[in-house]
Structures are given as C-alpha cells and as structure tokens.
C-alpha cells in the first residue's frame, strides 16, 4: 500500500511515518514545504528505507501536487501539514488561512482529480483522511463535558478557525463530489521531536537553561494530553480502517491543568536531571504567571469512546508514563533541539528525494 503524507518533517507527521515505516510494509511519500516547524531530523531513524521517501512541496502548490499524485500513486492521503501554533496564529494570521484553508482546498482539488480517473478498484478503496484539532469545538463551561463528535464547532483562535474551515471544506468534497474521506479531531499531544514553542518542550527546554517558565493567566487552563505515538497508532487505524465519511474524537483520558503539567516537569527534573544551571535551588522557582492569551480556551476534553468501540484503539501511555519518556527523550537528545533553538537545523536537511 501507498500512502501520502503531508507534513511529515512536523510533530506528528514524523511519528506517523515513523509508525509506518517500522510496523507495516506501506510505502510513504513525505511531502513538507519544510517550514519553520518541518524538521526532516525527525525522521532520520526511517529515511534510510526503500519504503521512504521525500519531497519538498507547499500544499498550495497545484502543479507540484498534480505532478507528485501522478507519479507516487497514492492509495491513501494523510493530511497533517498544517500551521499549528496558537500563538503565531494570534501574532500573525496570513500563513494559517493560507495553508489551513487555501491550501486544503488546492489539495481536496488535486485530490479529487487523481481520484476521478482511478481504476474502478483503486477508486472504491482510496481514503482521505483530514487530521484536525479538538480546538475547532472551542472551549467547554461544565466541569463534567466532553467534545463529541456531534458538538457544535465554536472555535476562538484564528488557528483553531482555519482548522474548522478545513474541516467543513473537507466534508463538502464528501457530500457535493463524493471524495471518500475520513476525518479525526484529536487533543493536545506530547512526546519527542515537538518543536519547542508548545507547552511541555518550552518548559522543559526553559528549565534545563535556568530560564522563567511562563504560564499564562493563572495557569488553570485544563488540557487532555495524549502521546504522541498512541495518536500514530489511532491515525493509522482510522486510515486504513474507518468506514467512508466518519469522524472519530481522539483523546487520552489526561485531563491536566497547565500548572499542575508543569509542576509535573519540574518533580520529574528534579528527580532525573537535578544538576541544576548557577544560581537556580529548585526547577519550581522558575515559574512565572505572565499575561494571558488573548481568547484563551479554558478546557478542552475528549470523548474518545466511539474510536475505542468502533475500532478497538486504545492509548497505551498514561501521563505520568509518557511524561517520563518526554522528560528523558529531551535530556538525551539535545543533538535534535539544540539546532532547533539555534535556528539553524534547516542546514541538517538530509531528506530523499524520489516518488
Ligand atoms: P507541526 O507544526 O509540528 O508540523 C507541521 C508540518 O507541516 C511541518 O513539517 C511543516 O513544515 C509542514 N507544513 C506547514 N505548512 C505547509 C505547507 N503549506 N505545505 C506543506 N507542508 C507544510 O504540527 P503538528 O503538531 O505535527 O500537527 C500536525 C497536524 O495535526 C496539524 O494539522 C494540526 O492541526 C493537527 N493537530 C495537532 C495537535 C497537537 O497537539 N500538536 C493536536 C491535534 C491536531
Ligand atoms: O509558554 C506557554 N505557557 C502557557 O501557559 C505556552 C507555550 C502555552 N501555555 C498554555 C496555553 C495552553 O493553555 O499551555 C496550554 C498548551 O499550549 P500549546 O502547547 O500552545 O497548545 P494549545 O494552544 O493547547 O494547542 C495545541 O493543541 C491542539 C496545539 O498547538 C495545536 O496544534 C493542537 O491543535
């Protein structure tokens, strides 16, 4: 089997090619327009296999799309590329509804083209699958509810407003012109290779360097954390599995409030790492409440019951397991991060090319 993924140098992209290439015989065609966030350092343990291989492309670009569906043949498209950070999203809007709304639009079209003229087998068996954001169901007032996958989208930030768009673009190319598509909307994830503006690695990348560690507003913002990996597993199963045209909430029972992660990170410092940089006694003395962000969401929750019933897929990490394992990951590979921090990792591009 075949299978497309865009944004595969990102956080999640790399640990669904990861996935691919070291439990299955799929092969993968990694299309990245290698952004900021697009690290191809993160797939360096797989990049090696014949069942691999790259190509740098933007999403918004229908002619380098066309030309790559003609000749990789996919039997399944995993969508990840994304523009993924809250707060840029908030400090600059433009490349979010580029690539969140222009560019699905430009590859459904693509999509559907290389669809229509499919063998009559090849078609029926083809998927596309939208990976989208609990975010797009904005943010939950009882202490006791959980998004759904009939909840009415509410999303508060420009990110969380482009995800939504994809996600309604993406059902209409089901409806209008009958594109077979699957579609997951799934919680905070953590776990290695995330690019260090996100929660966890900034605090835990902030602590080892003796720097603040900020948390916005009060820090009561309640997330529901799910490794990275468990997502992969859920992402793959619903690809090659979900019947056409079903949404599936992916979630990992880990409701946290930020300071309380936070204080995690800092417990499990002191424990694996406590040579700590001059001048600091405690990793928690770093903490600092700084201004919140503007349309801050307060919770986020999911019910992930219809994924587990449906097709069997369970998280295998709690928080506490995976905490630990990120925690670890981040001290032994500072070969990753510390280009990443310098800015200068986009001179380590060692992809393939091919297709
Ligand atoms: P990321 O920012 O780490 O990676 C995004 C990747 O997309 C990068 O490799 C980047 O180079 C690539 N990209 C960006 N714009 C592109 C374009 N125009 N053309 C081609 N490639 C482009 O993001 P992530 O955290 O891995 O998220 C992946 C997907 O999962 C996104 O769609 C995001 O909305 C969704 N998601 C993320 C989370 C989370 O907690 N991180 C949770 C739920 C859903
Ligand atoms: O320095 C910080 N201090 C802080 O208090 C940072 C970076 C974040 N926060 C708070 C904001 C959020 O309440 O921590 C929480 C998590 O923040 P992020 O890591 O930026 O994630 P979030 O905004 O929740 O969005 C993430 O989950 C859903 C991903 O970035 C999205 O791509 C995904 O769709």
Same mark, same amino acid.
């Given at each position: ?62 002619? =380098? ?16 590329? =994304? ?80 995800k939504a768009s994809s996600d309604h673009l993406v059902r =209409? ?127 986020? =929750? ?54």
């Amino acid at each position: 089997m075949k299978i497309m993924v865009t944004g595969g140098a990102g956080f999640i992209g790399s640990a669904v090619i990861r996935h691919i290439i070291n439990d299955t015989s799929c092969h993968v065609l990694n299309i990245d327009k290698l952004t900021y966030a697009g690290n191809l350092n993160s797939v360096s343990s797989v990049s090696g296999s014949s069942q691999y291989s790259f190509k740098q492309i933007d999403i918004c670009d229908s002619a =380098a799309l066309k030309s790559v569906f003609s000749t990789f043949q996919p039997d399944i498209v995993m969508h990840l590329a =994304a523009e993924s950070h809250v707060d840029r999203s908030i400090d600059g809007p433009d490349a979010f509804m580029e690539t969140n709304i222009m560019g699905v639009y430009k590859l459904l079209e693509v999509t559907r083209g290389y669809w229509n003229q499919l063998p009559k087998d090849k078609k029926s068996n083809f998927r596309f699958h939208h990976i989208s954001t609990d975010e797009v169901y904005g943010d939950l007032e009882g202490e006791n509810d959980l998004f759904t996958e009939t909840t009415p989208y509410a999303p508060s930030s420009p990110y969380s407003a482009s995800k939504a768009s994809s996600d309604h673009l993406v059902r =209409a190319w089901h409806r209008t012109f009958g594109l077979p598509i699957v579609l997951t909307n799934c919680s905070n994830n953590y776990g290695p290779f995330q690019f260090p503006e996100k929660l966890i690695p900034h605090m835990i990348l902030n602590a080892l360097a003796g720097k603040p560690l900020p948390l916005y507003g009060k820090g009561n913002q309640i997330r529901d954390w799910l490794h990275v990996e468990d997502h992969a597993r859920a992402l793959l199963l619903v690809a090659t599995s979900a019947p056409i045209g079903k949404t599936y909430n992916i979630g990992g029972h880990n409701e946290m409030q930020n300071v309380e992660v936070v204080h995690a990170i800092c417990d499990l410092l002191e424990e694996i790492h406590p040579e700590k940089p001059e001048g600091i006694n405690n990793y928690q003395n770093l903490i600092t409440y700084v201004t919140d962000r503007p349309g801050h969401d307060r919770r986020y =929750a999911i019910d992930a019951s219809k994924i587990e019933r449906e097709l069997g897929w369970r998280p295998a990490e709690t928080f506490q397991t995976g905490l630990r394992k990120t925690v670890q990951w981040y001290l032994d590979n500072k070969s990753w991060w510390q280009p990443v921090l310098d800015g200068n990792y986009h001179l380590n591009r060692i992809g393939k090319s091919g297709g």
